[in-house]
């Protein structure tokens, strides 16, 4: 069995606090987003490698740790892109992702949780790369979804971090920790 296709508009996370993951995504300031995505990366790839369940389902309907590994390196990935075509692209629009079919498509559940760390930790040093880089002039660009939807910089990244630290939640029940963790 396939999870239900999640059809939600989570953009709504910009403005208020989630209720799930505990995580006020628009308060919080461009200068916090890399140490935190880097902090998220690192539970992560943590999960991926010392899990000896990462693969099963705890619900036929839910996914795995390892599938949402798989879908967190490709958020990294993904935002990672539109960031870069915000900073070289005036207004542009990109086609809203269809994670569930990616999943499928992608074979989200049968990958190798070793390769998907390595992967997501690659995919995460790239993103705080880039974020770090901005300069506060950028942080108004605008980009928009196809759905109509429109980021700035600065709610890109804001919105981004909102998803990586709520699948952690998905996955391990912990709210938002990656304000107390250490960062090494």
Known sequence: MEPEPDTKDWTWTLSRRCE???LSAGEVGIGEVPERAFVAAEEWVAILRSSPAVAARREPTVWSPLEYGA????????????????LSEVEPTVANWDQ???AVEQRYAEQDPEVVADELEAAALA?????????????DRRGFRSNGSEFTVLTLCQYFLHDVIHHLWDVTGQGDATTSLELG
Do not use: I, K, N, W
């Not at 967190?72 to 915000?86: N, S, T």
């Not at 880039?130 to 950028?138: F, I």
């Open 127 to 139: 993103f705080v790369a880039r974020v770090r880089s901005l300069r506060p002039d950028q942080l």
């Open 71 to 86: 879908h967190v390196r490709d958020v990294y990935r993904l935002f990672d892109e539109r960031l870069a075509l915000m």
């Open 100 to 102: 569930d079919a990616t």
């Open 20 to 22: 799930q993951c505990g």
